[in-house]
């Protein structure tokens, strides 16, 4: 069963060579990949002359357990590898981050932090809206965050792609829940997108203010301290977290799992919350601790990167209202969109 958990929860780790199998061991070219029954381990090394060298190759390899619903664990490349930095340079993919929409206490003026609270009628609403905004982008995989306003956005934009598949959460809680949930059907996986979530996309933790009014707060503690404690980087409120530490875990995240997969050329989402996304546009964007604390993120409102060539090109946050006049299409999504247009008629 290990080796049908492997071959679905295996996203990156993909090769146009000969792939043998020989029990729990799997070998492809010069990759040496060992599975685990216990746990589903899926431990891939690059093999020199039959022993593990220190190289690591830049791919995804998944790791599965009970603490972690996927893990994809980049591993890097021998140096002066022409064709890996070849395929680098020409891979093109695209990165979408949308911020969820209105929850029930953003209604409310609460400090929701990771309470998970779902959306309002008017965060639907605008998660919709948001999903026709990328109805032409291509996506491959979907990354939220634990929290159920996050992933409802996700799952409510990707109803209005026009490319029509279905986004699936991938369960690895247990083995049980990896075994319960497999797909069994090749056609039915072509038409599907892995849905992946992970704790570390989550909001930042806002300790002792999580369900207090923001108003009631300011009366409470005087407008510049909460003021300090919201829009400072290395201040936390009171037990919680403050948007320094949010980013160490998202953005260590976003490096770990989610930049292999667009090295790859994979085209990813990314369904998260403000501060969160705040961190990884800070690393995109390169952007000081000053300049990303002045950052606002609308809700349900996505903004399209293009990874090219190794760096990370804004290409579009749609405030207007058509696509077309949003964003600026490289010809890799022009051809995608011609391909949708086409198969679709």
């Known amino acids: 069963m290990a080796t049908a958990v492997f071959h679905q929860a295996l996203g990156t780790a993909q090769s146009h060579q000969h792939l043998q199998n020989s029990g729990s061991h799997l070998e492809f070219g010069n990759a040496s990949l060992k599975l685990i029954s216990k746990?589903?381990?899926?431990?891939?090394?690059?093999?020199?002359?039959?022993?593990?060298?220190?190289?690591?190759k830049k791919f995804g390899v998944i790791q599965a357990s009970a603490s972690q619903t996927s893990v994809v664990q980049p591993v890097s490349y021998p140096p002066n590898n022409?064709?890996?930095?070849?395929?680098?340079k020409s891979c093109e993919a695209a990165l979408i981050l949308i911020r969820h929409g209105e929850s029930l206490w953003n209604e409310k003026n609460l400090f929701t932090g990771c309470v998970d609270v779902p959306l309002t009628k008017k965060g639907v609403e605008e998660a919709i809206e948001a999903g026709k905004r990328i109805s032409n982008i291509p996506v491959d995989m979907i990354y939220t965050s634990a929290l159920i306003r996050?992933?409802?956005?996700?799952?409510?934009?990707?109803?209005?792609?026009r490319r029509k598949k279905v986004p699936i959460i991938l369960h690895n809680e247990n083995e049980q829940a990896r075994e319960w949930s497999q797909i069994f059907?090749?056609?039915?996986?072509?038409?599907?997108?892995?849905?992946?979530?992970?704790s570390q996309l989550n909001e930042r933790m806002y300790g002792e203010l999580q369900g207090l009014n923001k108003q009631e707060t300011a009366d409470r503690f005087g407008k510049e301290k909460v003021h300090e404690w919201r829009r400072?980087?290395?201040?936390?409120?009171?037990?919680?977290?403050?948007?320094?530490?949010?980013?160490?875990?998202?953005?260590?995240?976003?490096?770990?799992?989610?930049?292999?997969?667009?090295?790859?050329?994979?085209?990813?989402?990314?369904?998260?919350?403000?501060?969160?996304?705040?961190?990884?546009?800070?690393?995109?964007?390169?952007?000081?601790?000053?300049?990303?604390?002045?950052?606002?993120?609308?809700?349900?409102?996505?903004?399209?990167?293009?990874?090219?060539?190794?760096?990370?090109?804004?290409?579009g946050s749609p405030a207007g209202p058509t696509e077309?006049?949003?964003?600026?299409?490289?010809r890799s999504l022009a051809l995608y969109r011609q391909k949708l247009d086409d198969m679709l008629r």
């Open 82 to 88: 022409s064709s890996d930095e070849l395929r680098k």
């Open 150 to 161: 996050a992933q409802m956005t996700a799952m409510l934009a990707m109803t209005q792609h």
């Open 39 to 56: 746990g589903f381990k899926v431990d891939i090394g690059l093999s020199r002359r039959g022993s593990y060298s220190s190289w690591k």
């Open 324 to 330: 077309a006049g949003v964003y600026a299409y490289t």
């Open 185 to 198: 059907s090749e056609d039915t996986k072509k038409q599907s997108i892995p849905v992946v979530t992970a």
């Open 232 to 315: 400072s980087y290395d201040i936390p409120p009171p037990n919680g977290e403050s948007l320094e530490m949010c980013a160490e875990r998202a953005v260590a995240y976003f490096k770990d799992h989610i930049e292999p997969q667009l090295h790859s050329g994979k085209n990813v989402m990314i369904a998260a919350h403000g501060n969160s996304l705040r961190s990884i546009i800070m690393y995109l964007d390169k952007l000081t601790s000053q300049e990303v604390i002045n950052l606002e993120l609308s809700t349900g409102i996505p903004m399209l990167y293009i990874l090219k060539g190794g760096k990370f090109i804004r290409r």
